[in-house]
Every structure is written in structure tokens, then in C-alpha cells.
């Protein structure tokens, strides 16, 4: 990880929760709420200015941030320094009407929610909003061979409503191996069907019998067919592929002409073992593969389509998080591949800042990894556990309908129990990422 990315990182996390606290901050502001301090990052106080009596600082450790309303500390995240207040003042927190109350709690999540939307907006506005619409149909795919036409809008793929590519990654990400797609989709008249389409593999041909995934600009292998496993002497999971035939593998064309011209020859491969350069000798076998789906989505750059993808986009995002958990407590992924803290967040935008090829390049992803944990923060807040915004959202839900407040014994009681979840929740959260970090 280099400095700049490290750097990156905090900044993107720090902005966020700056962004969410300033929701809190500005709506306040308009209800007339009294607030004493708005501060962003926490720690001692490096800079500080009063205006309208309201200390704004900037403190020594770059996470978080936080506002402070005059006479509570527990609705809204923040510190309360001078006790020195009248408890009948109407512009304290607790003595404002709860909706707004309501409104000042939810304008942390909304605004985080806004920046998403903005952000993928100007994403899609200067790269183009891929829609759910059959952009083209390639040869040898499944959907060559089916009713769906070119022009046709894609509307749900099983069961999955498909409003964005995510939509269709998470239909693919619940999929079983073997069972069909059933896809429901639009003619451009209106005219609304639906097919079933069944898996089918293609003839065999010459392959290398292995799987493998791209980390920066190096080609891991991650499963051996048994058929060509042959121990130390061929291909292992871990392995670095670099050449076959003194073809970088990297040239992807050219890799695939050579094995499928190679009929049973065997062929010298240059790999790394260990980050130990090694030339083995393999021998391509004839495998079948599963033909592709084939679904290939328009680009588009319409105003319409680029405010739309916009929106949808954030939602999918919360969408593919539910789903993940779902799997998680299914057992179908592993805890470590679907939790994330900030130690995570600064490393995938310290990859993206080393690994990005061009300063457009790695603006676009910096910007994506933006929008995705704006919702996430967003969402996240707004769950009814102590001391998230969600909670809170919940007991003034719970007053209204009582028709007089909670006691204060059980506000402190649930909010220390939601506490010491959330500390414990980030103490594993964070373990999951030095795990990621050295490879444990």
C-alpha cells in the first residue's frame, strides 16, 4: 500500500462521516435547534472558532466527526461540554417537537444517501449508465438461442427485479450452479414475457484446467481440474501464472489460440510459486465449458438513463447487502469475505490508488468506493440498534404512539447494551481486516 492511497482512504472514510454529521448539523441549523459544537475528525482540538455560539474545530485524529447539541448526549452522536443551560429552553433538543426531532436524526443517513446518488450520477454522466437493455447478441450464448431480442428491456432475472448490472450480479450471486434463468423482459412495444432458459455446455476443446483470478496485474490461480493435477510437478492452487509459451498470459487472444491450436501438446509455462519463478510443463486436456448467458446491456448517455442508473444504483447496493448477509447465515459465505471495517475501506482504496493505470482511472474507482460506502454508512445508521440513528428514530417512534416519553433508566440501559454490541461488533470487524491485511 502506498502513503497516497493510505491517505485516500482516511480521506474518503473521514468524508463520509463528515458528510453524514453534517446532515444532522444542517437540518438542526434550519429547525433552530440550539448546537454547541460541530467538530470534524476526534481527539484533542488542533483548530477552533466560535460564530453564533457554535465552537467549530478540527481535531488531531482524521476519523470520524461529530455535532454536538446543547443538553444531550445520547440522540445524536457528539460531546457536551458546558452543562450550563436552561432545561426549559425550547431550543434544546429534547424540548423540540419529535418530528423534528425525527427529521434532524434521518438527515444524517438521507444526506449520505443524496451524495451516493450525485456521485454515480456524475459517474454515469461522464462514462455512460449501462441499462438493463439487450445492447447486442453474440454468437455461442444462450441468449442467441432465445425469444429475447436486441432493443428488449431486461425486467427481473429469477425473481431478482433488474434495475442495474449489480441487480444482475446478485441474481447470478444466489444462483445455483446448475438451475435454469427464468428472465422476465419488456419488447419495446410494452409487451411484457417470459422464458426459461436451461444451462448447456459447449463441445469440448483443448483448456489449461484451471481457474484464476487477476490481483494486480498477476494471474492466481484458484482451482486445478483433478485431470491435469499433478502435484509440484504441474499447476497448484497459489500459483502466479506469467507466460505460456513465452506468451505473456496477459494476452489473453493469443493464450487461447495457442491451447486450443496446442491438440494435446504439451506446453512450457513460466509461473511463480511463492513468489519463486518456476517453468513447469502442462498439457491442455479436452474439458467442456458452460455455455455463457450472454446478457450484454446498452450503454447508454441519455439524461434519463444516467439520472435513473443514479438512483437505482444506490438501492442496489442495499439490495446486494441484504442478500449477503442472507448467504452469511446461510453458511453459503464466509464471515471474513462479506465484513468490512476502516482498516479494510483504507486498504481496497490503497489497491485501487497503486493498481489504477491512468489518474481518470483511479478517480472513476475512487469515486465508486465513495458512492458504495455513503450507502453503506447510510444504512448501517439506520438500524434500530443502540446508538445508530436508527435506534433513536425507533424511540421517538415508540413515544409518539405512547403519547409521553421513555424513561431515562431504560434510554440508558438499552443504549449501554447497544454500545457495548457495537464496540464488540468492531472489535471482530476490525480483527476480519488485519486478518484480510496479512494473509492470517
Known sequence: MTVLGILAGILIFGLIIVIHELGHFLAGRFFKFKIT???????????????NGIRYNI???????????????????????????????????????RWQRAIVIAMGPILNFVTAFLVFTIIFTTQGAITPVIGREDAN???????????????????????????????EMVREADDPWTITYKKPSGERKQTTIYPEKSAPRPMLGISYIEDNGRYIIQEVNQSVDHGVE???????????EGIPFSEGERITQLIGESEGKELTAEIERGRVPMTITVKPIMLETDIPLGLIMTLSKSAKDVLSQGFHYPISVIRSTFRALGMLFAGKIAVKDSLAGPIAI???????????????????????LLGVLSVAVGFTNLLPIPPLDGNHLLL?????????????????????????????????????????????
Open 59 to 97: 481535531k488531531a485524529f482524521p476519523i470520524g466527526a461529530s455535532v454536538s447539541f446543547a443538553g444531550n448526549v445520547s440522540e445524536i452522536e457528539g460531546e457536551e461540554e458546558d452543562p450550563d443551560f436552561d432545561p426549559d429552553d425550547p431550543d434544546l433538543f429534547v424540548n423540540k417537537p
Open 396 to 440: 421517538i417512534g415508540v413515544e409518539a404512539i405512547r403519547r409521553k416519553p421513555l424513561s431515562e433508566k431504560f434510554k440508558s440501559v438499552t443504549g449501554m447494551i447497544g454500545l457495548i454490541f457495537i464496540l464488540l461488533a468492531g472489535v471482530a470487524v476490525m480483527a476480519l481486516d488485519l486478518t484480510r491485511l496479512f494473509g492470517w
Open 234 to 244: 504441474g499447476f497448484q492452487k497459489g500459483d502466479a501464472v506469467i507466460s505460456i
Open 37 to 51: 459544537q460541530f467538530s470534524i475528525f476526534m481527539g484533542p482540538v488542533l483548530f477552533e472558532r466560535e460564530k
Open 141 to 171: 450464448t444462450l441468449i442467441e438461442q432465445s425469444d429475447i431480442e436486441v432493443g428488449d428491456r431486461i425486467v427481473a432475472l429469477n425473481g431478482t427485479h433488474v434495475y442495474t448490472t449489480l441487480d444482475l450480479s446478485i441474481a
Open 346 to 368: 483504507v486498504s481496497i482504496a490503497a489497491e485501487t490508488v497503486k493498481q489504477g493505470k491512468t489518474f481518470g482511472e483511479i478517480a472513476t474507482d475512487l469515486a465508486s
